[in-house]
């Protein structure tokens, strides 16, 4: 058992990694800054791409991964998408190549 298993206890199925527990660093700080009033606009602001460009691809993928017609469901789709890719994008930063 590893030392953060130790710390968070071990949970059946997830992974002792140590990419699991930088993806949980990521996505554990990406929910403090997003919990606050604009935060995530500020989160995909700071992703170093152009933002229409971002949301645009985001709406494209979301209309790819979901055929339907609910406009909510879609934009649950894109915001999905988008938090995927700066997590991505954050990980990244953390990970040497």
Avoid at 11 to 19: A, K
Avoid at 54 to 64: G, H, I, P, S
Wanted: aromatic letters at 12%; proline letters at 5%.
């Amino acid at each position: 058992m590893s030392a953060m298993n130790e710390f968070f206890g071990d949970v059946y199925g997830r992974p002792d990694h140590p990419d699991f527990w930088k993806l949980s660093e990521v996505l554990l700080s990406m929910d403090a800054e997003t919990d606050t009033p604009g935060g995530f606009e500020k989160a995909v602001a700071d992703a170093n791409v152009d933002v229409a460009s971002l949301t645009y691809v985001a709406l494209q993928r979301a209309r790819r991964a979901y055929l339907g017609d609910d406009p909510a469901v879609t934009m649950a789709f894109c915001a999905v998408w988008l938090d995927g890719f700066i997590a991505g994008q954050r990980y990244g930063d953390r990970v040497p190549s």
